[in-house]
């Protein structure tokens, strides 16, 4: 298995990214962090993992809603160093890859990324991600920006090119080189499911009408999903 990527420790596109997080209509404010909550749920007294947790805000959501234990894991220091801004006794942070990470078998009951994922779940325990969805990663790095305009009719579309081709993709975002890693929607899924998941729920969401109202701009991602949402339970 290659290196897990750390671009966010790259000064420049650290300094994009979070100027990112502070601007008005951000993709987390808008459609992560309440797709999400909403797909976590409950958590009074459970034992949770985030991967990838960046700043830690997942992670301090978590522990305020009642999650018994959190552990937050990123292979960024500079994200941890945020997250370190808020230190809470109920949360533990570990700088590592989510490749390199080990934990005891049955430690959690709910891991917000697979591989041993499935077994340092308890049987039961949830696994709950989000993900540039297949529609966005498939044409990144061929053909951006993926809006085009078609002269006849005016309708502006997103293009999705080389679906079937399972491979990286390297474009700029902030800076040169950087890495995703586009995979099927049938790949994401059957994946999981041989991984010993069963899917509880998906979801392609777009903003709020209520914040759609406020900013049109925004009705832009009812054309097309920006993320895929998954909460998928461990089988025993
Ligand atoms: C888009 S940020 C999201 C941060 C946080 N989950 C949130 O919603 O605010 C993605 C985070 O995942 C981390 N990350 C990416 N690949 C990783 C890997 N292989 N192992 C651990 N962390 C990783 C990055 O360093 C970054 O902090």
Known sequence: MP???NIYDNEEFFEGYMA????ELNANDTIIRPSMRDLVGDV???DVLDMGCGTGEMCLWMA???AASVVGMDVSERMLEEAAKEPDERITYIHTAAEDASFEASSFDLAPVL?????WLRPGGRFVFCMEHPIMTAGQGIL???WVTDDESGLRAWTVLRYHD?????????????VRYHRTMATIVNSLVAAGFRIKRMLEPHASED??????????ERERPLFLFVSAEAES
């Not at 990112?20 to 601007?23: A, C, D, E």
């Not at 591989?115 to 077994?119: A, D, K, L, M, Q």
């Not at 399972?166 to 040169?176: K, P």
């Open 20 to 23: 990112l997080r502070g601007s």
């Open 64 to 66: 305020d809603s009642g």
């Open 3 to 5: 290196p897990a990527q």
């Open 144 to 146: 951006e920006p993926g």
């Open 44 to 46: 009074r007294g459970l």
């Open 211 to 220: 914040l759609e109202g406020k900013w049109p701009k925004l009705l832009q």
């Open 166 to 178: 399972e491979t990286e993709r390297v474009s700029r975002w902030f800076v040169d080189g950087v």
């Open 115 to 119: 591989r041993n994922i499935h077994t």
